[in-house]
């Protein structure tokens, strides 16, 4: 029996498409808490990203912040913040997915803004322009394909982290990989491994169809 | 004290004996991935048609999650160290090569063309000219393999006591110590902050030509003589001037 098998049983099991234990009710959860912690990251790094890269200060701080937070380690915060918090459930696993998802954004975003083409910016202030006009009109267009790389890197490892957050009872595909675990039923382990690669792999094709759509096709030529 | 160092016997190691098993799982597969790394960057570097499709490929592979990286595996390699290692090799391989191929392209033509016509052969040219100017880009790679590698071997505890620290984790839910938790948080916290200090030592260390501190973001900042505030802001903004100037 190889993994192929597993993934064959696992899908063409009945049982395992109805119910609060079938694939879409665990999709939907999955992707509801990586969509909340995507979000309330972007909330908290997004501003900070944009106004510390428009008026280039702080790189130091931003540097050492997102080095101590990237050496944070997730699974070990999420136990200890079920412990701590004593509960099960969706905010104790918040809180390392947001802390997790923070330092990318934050990073990229500084980067890219502060990365812009001076002349650019020295143009449309030379214009008259406001300075938020400058950072939204100008910077933020052409920053964007930067900024979106960190969102997705962002996204990337909460789809992941998200899955490891089963372990303290959270809902999500990771439920089938840690239940299969605990039963010794390895078709439940590799169905539920195939189902969070793919939502992976689907986040990574979204951004890309986001970017597309989103990024102005002069700044698209020029990279 | 000894709630947090008490380590139970089922773990079959001291508390310094875990740091040494969670090192050996942590380090090595970013040093396999380094190996595997340097002449595949230097391949993209060379070749320009082959660095999108190798990135395609590393972006798809590191999107795969840890866990279901893990438990795939065991199918093959069992519920062992290797399990751990192989994910982990991988993930460091994806971070490493982009950081190769740019600290690579980062190398100015005149630089190469005087190395040369110094009489520089392509090998010799390669380990005394290309590398130590990829130096500070390749060691950027190194810190986020290594401290990402040290925080996901932790994971490793899910598939059957493989993760080391993490292990301390799974004991402390289930024998109820709390203080067992906070000591494998903070001594992986601890672990990753001193190898990355260690990495920074390492390249401050390789490229002895860069400037150091305040002193010599001042001294790069006087040298480019900026009259407009505006663009002087640019160039005294921290690390990335550093960078440019080590370049």
């Given at each position: 029996m ?7 049983d ?10 609060s234990?079938?694939?879409?009710h665990?999709?939907l959860e999955?992707?509801q808490v ?11 790094a997004l501003p ?11 790189g ?5 912040f ?6 944070l380690?997730s699974?070990?915060?999420?136990v ?23 330092a ?22 030379g ?7 400058v950072?939204?009109q100008v910077?933020?267009p ?20 998200a ?7 959270v809902?999500?595909?990771g ?8 039963q010794?039923?390895?078709t ?7 189902l969070?690669a ?18 102005s ?7 | ?27 090595l597969?970013?040093?396999f ?10 391949l ?5 048609w ?21 438990v ?5 390699t ?5 399990t751990v290692?192989?994910?982990?090799t991988?993930?460091s ?10 600290g690579?392209r980062a190398?100015?033509q ?13 090998l010799?040219r390669?380990?005394?000219?290309e ?28 598939i ?8 301390l984790l ?11 938790i ?5 001594t992986?916290?601890?672990l990753?902050?001193v ?5 920074v030592?390492?390249q401050?260390l390789l490229?002895?030509?860069?400037p150091?501190?305040r002193?010599?973001?001042?001294r ?17 903004a921290?690390?990335a001037?550093?960078?440019d100037?080590?370049?």
């Amino acid at each position: 029996m190889n993994v192929l098998h597993f993934v064959t049983d696992f899908f063409s099991d009945g049982a395992n498409w109805h119910g609060s234990g079938g694939i879409p009710h665990r999709m939907l959860e999955h992707i509801q808490v990586c969509l909340i912690a995507l979000g309330i990251s972007a909330a908290i790094a997004l501003p900070i990203g944009l106004f510390t890269g428009h008026t280039g200060r702080g790189g130091y701080i931003l540097a050492a912040f997102s080095t101590a937070a990237r050496a944070l380690p997730s699974f070990g915060l999420l136990v200890l913040m079920t412990v701590w918090l004593h509960r099960i459930g969706t905010t104790p696993a918040m809180i390392p997915l947001v802390a997790l998802a923070v330092a990318p954004i934050l990073v990229t975003t500084f980067e890219a803004i502060r990365s812009v083409d001076p002349a650019p910016v020295d143009a449309a202030r030379g214009m008259g322009m406001h300075p938020m006009s400058v950072l939204f009109q100008v910077e933020l267009p052409v920053a964007l394909p930067l900024i979106f790389s960190g969102l997705r890197s962002a996204a990337i490892q909460v789809v992941s982290t998200a899955t490891i957050a089963a372990y303290v009872s959270v809902g999500g595909l990771g439920r089938y990989i840690i239940d299969g675990l605990a039963q010794h039923t390895y078709t439940k382990v590799v169905g539920g491994a195939t189902l969070v690669a793919g939502l992976a792999l689907v986040t990574i094709a979204l951004f890309w169809l986001v970017e597309r759509l989103v990024v102005s096709p002069g700044v698209r030529r020029s990279r | 004290m000894s709630a947090y160092f008490d380590i139970p016997s089922d773990l079959q190691h001291s508390y310094t004996g875990l740091i040494g098993v969670h090192l050996k799982e942590a380090l090595l597969p970013v040093l396999f991935g380094l190996v595997v790394a340097l002449p595949l960057g230097q391949l993209c570097a060379r070749f320009k048609w082959l660095y999108p499709p190798v990135l395609w490929v590393t972006t798809v592979l590191y999107a795969i999650p840890s866990l279901a990286f893990f438990v795939v595996l065991i199918d093959y390699t069992g519920a062992t160290e290797t399990t751990v290692m192989i994910p982990l090799t991988v993930y460091s391989l994806v971070l490493l090569v982009p950081a190769i191929v740019d600290g690579t392209r980062a190398v100015p033509q005149e630089t190469l063309a005087a190395a040369t016509a110094m009489g520089f052969g392509p090998l010799r040219r390669f380990l005394q000219v290309e590398l130590p100017i990829a130096v500070p880009a390749i060691i950027a790679g190194l810190r986020l393999a290594v401290v990402s590698s040290i925080s996901l071997v932790s994971v490793g505890t899910l598939i059957g006591n493989q993760g080391a620290l993490g292990n301390l984790l799974a004991d402390g839910l289930f024998y109820h110590r709390t203080p067992l938790i906070v000591t494998s948080v903070v001594t992986t916290a601890l672990l990753a902050i001193v190898m990355d200090g260690l990495l920074v030592l390492v390249q401050v260390l390789l490229t002895p030509w860069a400037p150091r501190g305040r002193k010599g973001a001042r001294r790069v900042r006087s040298a480019a003589q900026e009259p407009d505030p505006g663009a002087g802001a640019a160039a005294s903004a921290g690390p990335a001037a550093l960078e440019d100037a080590v370049r």
